[in-house]
């Protein structure tokens, strides 16, 4: 019997085209987000064939959003927010404010309304959530000093978002054009959010004491009653109810918080996840939600891909390209300067610019909130959205860049922290310029791919034998703490050639994989049996597949931690039931059980 399955036939749809574009993007060494996009156009109603349906995959997409944001929020203290904030809040405002300026002087020149051109400079002036969290979890950036700012950043964007969706309304009733969006509904607010003829100054204030009851509800209520269900969810003993838990959680207050007092479900959900890092159970929760994550998130870029009308390039070229420009050049330009006025290196400074350096859903959103309030030309959503698609693919080349101008940096002199800077370059840890990476001098030494939990134990261990050892981590307050320990450190992440090359693999002894992404590890592998074929390696896994998976690349020993738990306990019982077993028959010998092989 044939149904009609608009939602099925979407999620088909899009993730099977995603996966093939996807594919076929990373066999050409391209991101495999080109390809979602790709794939997403080819479904849009712009292109022919099959259309995918125009209001499901958003709504799908929203998901992705809330369950990305939820996942940075566990590993996103209250503390590492607050700690930021003193570049954040300044500079994302000053950003949103020059980003803004340089919209609505394209807007002018285009000859649109004033109201037009405010519209269309806020919507140029917010990054995409997911993109730029995407493009700092493939670096391993989310937990250093500038991941926190990025994401720090990002927050404070998106509160300036949350305030403009509701101010937007009240600007279009005070002009006369309605205040209705498209769908004919009220502007967005909440449950709580009736403002009535307060006028712009009463929305305003309306819309701070709603964020700032939803921030105290989580911190007071929150903080206790989400913790407490996750901890009495783990004690059933039932996975399947603790996933569950996990989602309901994530998304539950991600509604909540859009419904009752009008902020974003990205919000929301972002301090669902910061509240609970709190509780011992976030590394698992964390874990839970990660396939979903990675689903509903490539839902996302098919989405925007089907937003997308390659025929706006050809009808309006110079307005696109003036567009792009503010966006990954003006506005990266601008943060870039602001984080230098803030005394942070340059290295911080251009991560910073390039993860700003598009725009995504929160600009789709004010483009069509301000065409149904007709503040905005249909002509200026068609901008944003040439502007988002071209943004998401050129953004992995301004990371590229930032990496082509790290290499470029001059030649290297002491640093305080005991690494190499610049030549030069000031050397007060605010105002380090870029950090070139400067090749060890080590030889016969063990190469450590990691320094958490697993791999400082490994490097403690090494060094307690006077064993050479040089660590490879990308997260700030690890690295200077091993350099303060006059430990030889390279900061990067391993699977870039450039941080392998600097570790002289040639001349090391062995390769130690601590870290627990197998297919992370794998690219390393490859790398570092080209560099050194006689090199052995030494890595960690989580599963069979994954152990077959390192040894088939080069791994010479593979260990499984699960694997090793089992050896440990029966390691534990054999002796004692031997020694049971020769009480029991005097002279007898024990019984020798089988121990499983190591990998």
Known sequence: MLHHTPLIATIVAGLGLAFVFGALAHRLKVPPLVGYLVAGVLVGPHTPGFVADQTLAPELAEMGVILLMFGVGLHFSLDDLLSVRAIAVPGAIVQIAAATAMGAGLAWWLGWSMPAALVFGLALSVASTVVLLRALQERRLV??????????????????????????????GALGTGGADASGHAAPGGLFGFVGDLGVGGVLAVTVLKVAGFVVLMLVVGRRVIPWVLHWVAHTGSRELFRLAVLAIALGVAF???????????????????????SELSHRAAEESLPLRDAFAVLFFVSVGMLFDP???????????????????????????????FGHPTSTALIISASLAQIGEFSFILAELG??????????????LAGAILSILLNPLAFATVAALRRRAGGPVAS??????????????????????????????????????????????????????????????????????????VAGNAADPEVLAAANLAGARRLVLAIPNAFEAGQVVEQAKAANPALEIIARAHSDAEV????????????????????????????????????????????????????
Do not use: N, Y
């Open 548 to 599: 077959e998976h390192l040894e088939s690349l080069g791994a010479a020993v593979v260990i499984m931690g699960e694997r090793e738990i089992a050896r440990g306990i029966v390691e534990h019982i054999v002796p004692l039931d031997a020694a049971a077993a020769g009480d029991a028959a005097s002279g007898g010998a024990g019984v020798d059980e089988p121990v499983p092989p190591r990998r």
């Open 143 to 172: 937990e250093t000093e500038r991941g926190k700012i990025a994401v720090g950043w990002l927050i404070v964007e998106d509160l300036a978002m949350v305030l403009a969706l509701v101010l937007l309304p009240a600007l279009a």
């Open 416 to 489: 305080p922290m005991g690494g190499t800077v610049a030549a030069g370059a000031r050397t007060s840890p605010a105002a380090t310029a870029v950090e070139p990476l400067v090749a060890t001098a080590l030889t016969g030494h063990t190469v450590l791919v990691g320094h958490g939990r697993v791999g400082s134990l490994v490097a403690t261990a090494l060094a307690a034998r006077g064993l050479p050892v040089l660590v490879i981590e990308d997260a700030d307050a690890a690295v200077a703490a091993l350099r303060s320990q006059g430990t030889d450190v």
């Open 256 to 278: 909540g918080a859009a419904k009752l007092f009008g902020v974003s479900f990205a919000l929301g959900a972002f301090f669902a996840g910061m509240i609970l890092s709190e």
């Open 371 to 384: 065409v149904g309030l007709k503040l905005l030309p249909e002509a200026a959503r068609d901008l944003i």
């Open 311 to 341: 025929a706006s390039i050809l009808r309006e070229p110079i307005a696109v390209l003036i567009t792009l420009f503010i966006i990954v050049v003006g506005k990266s330009a601008a943060a870039f300067l602001i984080v230098r006025a």
